[in-house]
Each structure stands twice: as structure tokens, then as C-alpha cells.
């Protein structure tokens, strides 16, 4: 049973440009979570997903971010108009419900902006 | 403070020695979790404990949970180069969930 998934591992945008993380959850797993982590922080929940729906997207920054979890295929997390401030690691987790318990994370997308 | 803060928060010791890490936390909760964290790679999840368990243990991990106090000690015995990582508190909080983590504290293990 393969674990989450995420490419690509690491991603060099420019300013502007747009950035595409994508996450394959655990199998058998439906829901799925996006945070983010920034240099020497924890990590900060941004969105909550399950097939088709979006939960809880409380902690994503209003503008130029998304996320979509199609019912075929990996969630995606989209950032147009790439800033500098966007730079970190980001994280996604699945699990097989939303009863609070154990989240699987995957490796990760490091995003450089130039 | 934010949910989820862990003390201290950085911590180096010899092979060999035991590491105990602390987390404290704000609201209610129905578990806590700890997860670790090796340099730049992504978090492993290393055990829960829920609300009305006081301890547990997994291999060389003890976690204990004193919700009077909300906090939750992580100890690692006779530890390892290995457990060199950052070392996290999690707790769901919200119909969904989601995860809110504490700063991490940094466990340097010298050989």
C-alpha cells in the first residue's frame, strides 16, 4: 500500500508564474489535507477536501490560491501570480475519514520562488 | 500562545541519554498527537493518545497526556543519531479535523 504522494518534490517558479503541487492520497483514503510550512515554522492547515468537495478552506489566503480534489486523479493546489512570500514547503495528508484520527503525510513540494 | 506549543525548543543530547519534550495546548481536545519531522523531508506519524488515556507507549516512545494541565510530554529512551529530527505536537481541532501544529522542537542526538 503506497503512501500519499506528492509531486513534484521540489519546484523553482518566477514571480508571476503559476505553480501546480499535486497529492495522491493514501488508497482507500477520501479525504485530504493541504498545510503549509515556512522556514523554522510548524506546519498551518490550508485546506480540507474530500471527493468533488471543498470542507474547510479556512486557512487558505483569499487570492491566488486553490485546490480542487476531482472525483478521478490527485488533489491539486494551484498558486497563480507566484510571490516570493509563497516559498515553503507544502504538505499534503489523507486520511480515511474526518474522526480525528490519524493524518498520513506525504514528502512534500518545496517551492523556490525566484 | 498558539495550540500546540512545545518546549523546549531545541534540545541536544548524547547517545544514549533519554529526551523528554513538552507540549502544551489551549482547548479541549479528543487526542494529541506527535509526529517527527527529519531535515527536509516530510512528518511521520509516531503516536496518538487520546483524551482519556494518561500514558502510552510505542517501542522507546512514552507519551503521557494530563488534560487538567492541557499537556503531553514525549519521551524517547536511550536514544539514537537516528532520532535526530524535529519533533512535533498536533491536535485536531474543528468538526474537520485539521491539524494544529506547534512550532516543533529540534532534537540533536550526538553520537
Known amino acids: 500500500n503506497a503512501g500519499v504522494m506528492q509531486n513534484p518534490r521540489h519546484l523553482v517558479r518566477r514571480r508571476g508564474q503559476e505553480a501546480r503541487l499535486r497529492c495522491s492520497p493514501m488508497k482507500g483514503h477520501s479525504h485530504v489535507y493541504w498545510y503549509r510550512q515556512l522556514p523554522e515554522e510548524g506546519l498551518k492547515f490550508m485546506v480540507y477536501l474530500q471527493k468533488e468537495n471543498i470542507i474547510d478552506e479556512s486557512g487558505m489566503p483569499k487570492e491566488r490560491f486553490s485546490a480542487e480534489f476531482p472525483k478521478e486523479g490527485p488533489s491539486i493546489l494551484r498558486i497563480q501570480q507566484v510571490v516570493r512570500g509563497d516559498s515553503a514547503a507544502y504538505f499534503c495528508?489523507?486520511?480515511?475519514?474526518?474522526?480525528?484520527?490519524?493524518?498520513?503525510f506525504g514528502p512534500g513540494t518545496r517551492l523556490l520562488v525566484l | 500562545s498558539q495550540q500546540g506549543e512545545e518546549d523546549p525548543q531545541a534540545l541536544s543530547i548524547q547517545e544514549g541519554e533519554n529526551a523528554t519534550m513538552n507540549c502544551s495546548y489551549k482547548t479541549s481536545i479528543n487526542n494529541l498527537q506527535w509526529y517527527r519531522q527529519n531535515s527536509g523531508r516530510g512528518l511521520v506519524h509516531l503516536i496518538l493518545i487520546r483524551s482519556n488515556e494518561r500514558e502510552k507507549h510505542s517501542g522507546r516512545l512514552r507519551v503521557t497526556l494530563d488534560t487538567s494541565k492541557k499537556s503531553s510530554s514525549l519521551l524517547i529512551t536511550a536514544s539514537r543519531a537516528a532520532d535526530t529530527a524535529s519533533y512535533f505536537c498536533?491536535?485536531?481541532?474543528?468538526?474537520?479535523?485539521?491539524?494544529?501544529f506547534g512550532k516543533g522542537i529540534t532534537l540533536s542526538v550526538r553520537p
Open positions: 498536533a491536535t485536531p481541532t474543528g468538526a474537520n479535523s485539521k491539524l494544529t
Open positions: 495528508a489523507s486520511s480515511p475519514g474526518s474522526s480525528q484520527e490519524t493524518q498520513y
